[in-house]
């Protein structure tokens, strides 16, 4: 699966402009939002009710059902944080409980691949009640600034620069490489060979002889998601994984559990003419809930 050409994808409500191919559209599980008490006597109210129906993102990629933010968009407390496929926020009814505080109600969304249309796809999860209280800010246009730093809306470019590196290359493969993931000696004592696939004659590829299972995540499990993430790896002299990178995502978080369970895989290394090199390959993760997994 090539990531090739960006473009931009309308639809509905949803534009989206992705380095890659892929876009995001609403969920035919979409549940339609509740009824909202929208007062012309208040406008800051109105212009946070516009949110709904909109493909938003925590960007802070929290996993609480319960986030309060002050007047800048800067949450409270330390809560825990997940892989953003699993911190999509359908926002539903936006409440006034007190003059100086908004509450917005919703349900937590999930993200699944589609690869036949290339398409990252919203699944509402049931029971999911995410509460997000904002302290209100004084302007209509305070408030606008203020959830632009709470909600990304599509996966925009500051969302994915806020993912992990393995999310980043996929979203724009030509990125350099952060120092870190590209000075390991064991990386660099060779090039890189098997660069797209094309592996030269005389050199074997890399034989993984440890593969820690990755976990299930407990929404792809009560979703009963199945299927295969495709990642791709370099594989140094001493048989160590760097630069892995997302090729083929699977979503609900599933994605990164793959790479974190790669992270640890062990191989025993390309050779070419008797010695040790680096390369590149691409790894298959299975989900199969016929599986039994940790």
């Known amino acids: 699966m090539g990531l090739t050409l960006p473009f931009i994808c ?10 890659g191919f892929a876009v995001l559209r609403a969920s035919a599980q979409t549940v339609p939002p509740l009824a909202s008490a929208s007062t012309a ?40 944080r997940m892989d953003w496929t699993l911190t999509g926020f359908d926002l539903q009814a936006v409440t006034q409980p007190k003059a100086d505080v908004l509450l917005l109600n919703g349900i937590r969304v999930a993200i699944r691949y589609n690869p ?37 809306t599509g996966i925009d470019p500051a969302l994915q620069r ?11 493969p030509s990125l350099a490489w952060s120092k870190d993931a590209a000075s390991p000696d064991s990386l660099l004592d060779t090039p890189v060979l098997g660069v797209g696939g094309k592996l030269p004659p005389n050199v074997s590829a890399p034989v993984p002889d440890s593969q820690p299972r990755p976990d299930y995540t407990s ?12 990642l791709r790896v370099v594989v140094g002299v001493d048989g160590s994984p760097h ?43 299975e989900f199969s809930l016929a599986t039994p997994m940790k």
């Open 219 to 230: 929404a792809a499990r009560q979703d009963r998601v199945q299927g295969t993430v495709v």
């Open 10 to 19: 309308r639809i509905a409500a949803l534009t989206l402009l992705l380095p």
């Open 116 to 152: 036949d249309a290339h398409t990252f796809d919203r699944h509402p999860l049931k029971g999911e009640a995410v509460h997000i209280q904002i302290a209100e800010a004084e302007t209509v246009q305070a408030l606008k600034t203020t959830l632009a730093a709470i909600f990304s």
């Open 41 to 80: 006597s208040d406008p800051r109210l109105a212009a946070a009710e516009l949110l709904i129906g909109r493909a938003l993102f925590l960007r802070g990629f929290y996993g609480a059902s319960e986030l309060s933010y002050d007047a800048s968009g800067h949450v409270q407390g330390a809560p825990p």
């Open 243 to 285: 630069r892995i990178t997302i090729v083929r995502p699977l979503g609900y978080g599933l994605d990164a559990k793959a790479a974190e369970a790669l992270s640890h895989w062990h191989f025993r290394p390309g050779m070419q003419d008797g010695k040790s090199v680096a390369v590149e390959m691409t790894v298959n993760q």
């Open 162 to 172: 806020s993912t992990p590196e393995f999310w980043r290359h996929y979203f724009e």
